[in-house]
């Protein structure tokens, strides 16, 4: 389900961006996240002060998380999107994996496979492909 979701959100991003600008789209985009999170609440199926177990240091993290994905990666994706064509930046964009790959070698000391080199070159390759 997660894939489909996420296929689909560029094709709706894209239709929007015709008639919006890259902020707007972030910002109509942060707030019906925000709503659904609050609608969900009440059904999800731990109770809800339990379900918050944060620490300091994982709230600032979150934090550095969210102005990274959701807010700066957002809006340049949105830029781009609405610049070029889906079928080109949606492939670009989906090299994030490679930096987090490359970053967790680096700041959190993971191992760096042949398979995850394999895996690294077929990104490359495909996005090669792809554009």
Same mark, same amino acid.
């Given at each position: 389900?997660?894939?489909?979701?996420?296929?689909?959100?560029?094709?709706?991003?894209?239709?929007?961006?015709?008639?919006? =600008? =890259?902020?707007?789209? !972030?910002?109509?985009?942060?707030?019906? *996240?925000?709503?659904?999170?609050?609608?969900?609440?009440?059904?999800?199926?731990?109770?809800?002060?339990? =379900?918050?177990?944060?620490?300091?240091?994982?709230?600032?993290?979150? %934090?550095?998380?969210?102005? #990274?994905?959701?807010?700066?990666?957002?809006?340049?994706? /949105?830029?781009?999107?609405?610049?070029?064509?889906? =079928?080109?930046? *949606?492939?670009? #964009?989906? *090299? /994030?994996?490679?930096?987090?790959?490359?970053?967790?070698?680096?700041?959190?000391?993971?191992?760096?496979?042949?398979?995850?080199?394999?895996?690294?070159? !077929?990104? %490359?390759?495909? *996005?090669?492909?792809?554009?």
């Amino acid at each position: 389900m997660t894939v489909l979701f996420w296929g689909l959100a560029p094709i709706f991003d894209k239709f929007a961006l015709r008639e919006a =600008s =890259s902020f707007g789209g !972030l910002l109509i985009r942060t707030l019906a *996240v925000v709503l659904g999170l609050i609608l969900v609440l009440p059904f999800f199926k731990y109770k809800y002060p339990s =379900s918050l177990k944060l620490n300091p240091s994982s709230v600032l993290f979150f %934090i550095l998380s969210g102005l #990274c994905a959701g807010l700066l990666g957002m809006f340049t994706y /949105y830029a781009a999107l609405k610049r070029l064509p889906a =079928s080109v930046v *949606v492939p670009l #964009c989906s *090299v /994030y994996p490679l930096v987090s790959a490359l970053l967790a070698t680096v700041v959190l000391k993971e191992e760096f496979s042949i398979l995850r080199v394999t895996g690294v070159v !077929l990104i %490359i390759l495909g *996005v090669w492909l792809v554009k």
